[in-house]
C-alpha cells in the first residue's frame, strides 16, 4: 500500500516537473528571440511548449501555467528596471503576467472546440491583449511578440499596413500551425495540409516584404538630408548636478563641433541634454547660443522648460543664429517617472514616490529644418506631393516611440522623417537600450518614415524606412552603449504617399476584435449542435 502511495507521488511530481519545465522553456524562448540574444526565430516556437502543457487543462490551471511562463518571461525581459526600483519591477512583472494568465485561460476554453478556426482566434486573442497592454493604464507596449522580429526585414514590411500587431498575429500563428501539426496523430499528408494555409500566408508576406524593400531602395526622387547625432554619454547621476554643469557643456560642444565639421543639415542632441532648467539657469542656454551662432548649423535639444509655474520635458530647436525657433512638450510622460498617477485622490504617493510632476504637452509640433542646405527635387517629379514639406519632422521624447499612434499622427501632420530624442543611462549595461531600439525599427516601418536617434548613454543612429538600421554610433569594438560619440549619415526623405498604416491607424485591431467574436459564436454554435444530438 505504501509502495503505491509512494509511486503515486512520484509520479505526479513528476507530472508537475514535465509542466513547469515546459512553461520554462516556453519562457526562454521567447527571452532568447529578443535583445540581448536576438534568436528571432526562437519566437516561432516559443508558444509551442506552453500550448502543450495547456493541453486538456481546467481554466484554473490553465491560467496559474500561463501566468508562471509570464512571469518568467517578463523577468527576463524588464530585468533591467531594478536599477531604478526593485518593488515597482515586481509589481510591473507581476501585473504584465496577467496578459499571459488571460491568454492562457481564454485559449484553453476555446482551442479544441474551434480546430482549424484557432489558427486564426489564437493569434487575435494575443494580439488584442497586445493591444490593450498598449493602452490601459497609460499603457506598456514593450516588447511586443512581432517586436523579436525587427532584424527579419522582410517579414517587418507588413507593419506599414498592420501595424506591428501583425506581425505579432504571424509569429503566433505559426505558434498554433506548429503545435496542432505535431500534436495530434495525423499522417504525413494531413499535416502538411494543416501547414499549407500558414505557410502560403507567410509566403506573400515574405513576397510582399521582398517587394517592398526593393521598391523603396529604388525610389529616385528622395530629398536627402544630413543630420547628424550626438551620444554625449553622460553618466546620470551626474545628468543634475550643478557642479557638473560646465562639464556636460564642454562635452556637447567638442562633439558638436566635430560633427559640425562634417556639414549637417541638422545636429540632434538626446533627451535632458541640457544640464540646465529652461526658462531658470540662462547661462546654459547663453553657452549653447553661442555654441550654435559659432557653427552655424541648427541643433535640436531635449532639455526641461519652466513655462510659468510649469514644467515640461521639451525640445527645443535653436536655428543657426542661437535663437529658439520651435519648442515641443512631451505628450506622453512617464507615469512614476514624470508625473504620479492619481495624485490628487492618492496624496500619499508624493512621499513613496518622491519626484517633480512633469507637465504633459497639447500640441502634435512639427519642425521645420531653418536654413536647410539640401536641394528639394522638382515638383514635377513627384505628383502629389507638397516640397514644402520635406524639411518637416518630429520628435518622440523618451519612450514615446513605443506608442504607434503617436509616431501615426506625427506622420499625417507632415513629418517627413522622425526623431527619437531618449535617455536609457537609468537601466545600465543591459539590453534595455536595444529593447527600445526596436519599437523604433517599426515606427520607421509603420509610417514609413527615416528614423534618427539621439540617446545619452545609446542607442543612437539611424533606421531607413525599410526598418534597416543604417548606422549606429559605435567605438572600434562595436560597442553601442556608454560609449562617447556621434554619428552623420544622409537621410533619404521620401514623403510621399501615407502608408496604409499611417493613413487608416489599427483597422487589424478591430478585424482581431471580430475574428474573436465569430470565435465565440462558432463556439456556441458547436456547444449546442453537441446539446441537440445528445437529446
Partial sequence: MLRKINSAISYKLSAI??????????????????????????A????????????????????????????????????????????GTIVLILYLALYFGIFGLIISAYRLQLKAYSLLFIP??????????????????????????????PVIQIADITGAWGVSFLVMMANVAIYSAISYKLSAIKKI???????????????????RIYNLQLKAYSLKLKVSVIQGNIPQLLKWDEQYAGFILDRYSELTKKAAGEKPD??????????????EDDWVYEKISSLVQ?????????AVVRDREYYFGSALLMNSAGEIVRRYDKLHLVPFGEYIPLKKFLPFLTKVVPIGDIERGKEYTIFKIPNSKSQIPNKSQIPNVKCQTFNNFAVLDCFEDVFPELAREFTKRGAGFLVNITNDAWYKQTSAPYQHLQ????RAVENRRPLARAANTGVSGF???????????????GKNIFITGYKTEELQVNQGLLSVYARYGDFFIVACFLIIVYGIILKFKIQKSKIQFKT
Fill in 17 to 42: 516537473r514535465k509542466k513547469l519545465s515546459l512553461c520554462l522553456l516556453s519562457a526562454l524562448l521567447l527571452i532568447l528571440s529578443f535583445p540581448g540574444f536576438n534568436f528571432w526565430v526562437l
Fill in 44 to 87: 516561432w516556437v516559443g508558444f509551442v511548449p506552453l500550448f502543450f502543457v495547456l493541453q486538456g487543462k481546467t481554466k484554473g490551471k490553465a491560467f496559474l501555467l500561463s501566468y508562471l511562463t509570464g512571469v518568467v518571461f517578463w523577468a527576463g525581459i524588464i530585468y533591467w528596471l531594478v536599477h531604478v526600483t526593485l518593488p
Fill in 124 to 153: 487575435s486573442v494575443w494580439v488584442l491583449l497586445e493591444y490593450i497592454r498598449g493602452h490601459l493604464f497609460s499603457g506598456f507596449p514593450w516588447a511586443l511578440l512581432g517586436y523579436s522580429q525587427y532584424l527579419n526585414l
Fill in 193 to 211: 495540409q494543416k501547414l499549407f494555409p500558414p505557410l502560403l500566408i507567410l509566403f506573400m508576406i515574405l513576397m510582399y516584404g521582398y517587394f
Fill in 266 to 279: 541638422l545636429i540632434v542632441w538626446p533627451e535632458a541634454a541640457s544640464p540646465g532648467i529652461f526658462g
Fill in 294 to 302: 559659432e557653427i552655424k548649423i541648427p541643433l535640436l535639444f531635449g
Fill in 439 to 442: 519599437a523604433s525599427v517599426f
Fill in 463 to 477: 533606421i531607413a524606412p525599410t526598418g534597416r538600421i543604417i548606422s549606429l554610433v559605435g567605438d572600434k569594438n
